[in-house]
Every structure is written in C-alpha cells, then in structure tokens.
C-alpha cells in the first residue's frame, strides 16, 4: 500500500487501534475525529463533511493508500438523528468522496465498519429504506421519532446500511480499481462497549447474543482484520462482509452463507 492510509473515528476504540497496528507496519496514516486526531471534524454535519475531505486531500495531494470509514455514534448517544448522520451519511460520504484519490493510489482499497446489530434483528426496516434513498433530513426525522431506544434502533439500521452499501458499490468500485469490504465486529472491548454495559436494558440485549468462541474480542482482534482487508493478502477480496465477532453471525443465522 503505497501513500496515505485514512482512518475516520481515529482517537479511540477500534480507529486507535487501527491507527496504532498500521504505524507498527510502516505505513503513513491521517486520523479524523472529533478531537484529538491529525484531522478534527465533525462528520455527522455536512460542514464537517466537507473539512475532513479538503484537509485530506490537501495533505496526500489527492492520492490514497487506503481509508477506514470507523468513525461512530454510541447506540447510546442522546440523539438518534445524530447517530445515522454519523454512522451512515458521514461514513459513506468519506468513502464515496474520497473514492478518486484511491483510485489515483496504488493498489488502494477501503474498508467501512459494520456491526453485529445489521443482522441482530433490531434495525428497523422503514428507517433502513430511508436511510438508502439517502435523504438525510428525512432520515434524521424518521430516525427520532420518539419512540424507546430509538438511538439504538437507529445504530443496527445505520450499520445494516453501511453492509448494504458496501455491497452496492461492488460493482462501481471495482470498475474503478479499488476495493470495497466491510468488517462488522462482534462484543468488542472498547469505551463503547462499557458504555453500553452500564444501561441494563442494552446489557441484557448484548448478553443475548450468542457467542462461539469467547464473549468478547480486543479492539486489537477486529483491527487485524482491517488491516488484512487493506492489504495485499486481500487483493481478491472485494464486496465482502466480515464477521468479526466470535461466531455470533453463524450462531445467529446458522443457514446464510
């Protein structure tokens, strides 16, 4: 991978621990978030939006290695329109925006982050066609609609987005010569996880989910295989979701292959 690598929500959980196993391999990285990172933006606004890209390619002179979509919203966070702002119109944004400088990279590609909540059954489909008609006012609406645990309904349909997605621009991105896969993490040990431990009612729905191996993985465990999709152990590896989340996926839907 030549040229810069990008990683969006880079100050901590999983964007840090991709960041840190990158530098460990010699490659040059940019990290975007809402402070503490080389880039600071808000990509839940379209002025964020808009920031992070101009700094970036201002700085890598219009030429990717790689990109990382990671930055999210808490399934927590107070406000659910805020939370598919970020997680879904921010986070393809970056990728569909920044797809020409990975494509005048060398061997570039780019990975988005999923989740175990796009196939968990709580996303909700209404919102989830909204959110793919891509009208973000109306999804910010239809997001907050008053109901309980909207935010929460709002990140699994928002990262059920980002799989859908991914697989959508298959087809346009390989013709573009850059690939396109997606890493949807299981339990993972990071601030948001103990976030989202301490409200019992969320607790309860994360214990449910049936694990293989071992309850929980290390930020470090999903960040591997970000790393393996970006490089070229992967070049035939485009369009694909990977589960990495213990089993939960297989144990979840034991007959989708």
Known sequence: MANHIVVTGAASGLGAAVIAGLATEGHATIGVDLHDADIVADLGTS?????????????TNNRLGGLVSCAAASPIHPDPAVVVSVNWFGAMAVLDRLL?????????????ISSIGAIDGSADPTLLDVLLAGDEPEARAAAADGTEFRSA????????????????????????????????PGRMETPMLDGLLADPVIA??????????????????????????????????????????????????????
């Not at 002025?47 to 700085?59: E, F, M, N, P, Y």
């Not at 999903?222 to 297989?250: E, K, M, P, W, Y």
């Open 47 to 59: 002025d964020g939006r808009d920031l992070a890209i101009s700094q970036i390619l201002a700085a």
């Open 100 to 112: 020409p400088a990975l494509a005048a990279g060398e061997e570039a590609s780019a990975v988005a």
């Open 153 to 184: 309904i709002a990140y699994a349909t928002a990262k059920r987005a980002v799989a859908l997605g991914v697989r959508e621009r298959a087809e346009a991105w390989g013709r573009a010569g850059v690939r396109l896969n997606a890493v949807a």
């Open 204 to 257: 309860a729905g994360i214990e449910a989910i049936p694990v293989g191996i071992r309850p929980s993985g290390s930020a470090e465990d999903v960040a591997g295989a970000v790393r393996f999709l970006l490089g070229r152990d992967a070049t035939f590896v485009h369009g694909q979701i990977l589960f990495v989340d213990g089993g939960s996926d297989a144990l979840l839907r034991p007959s989708a292959i």
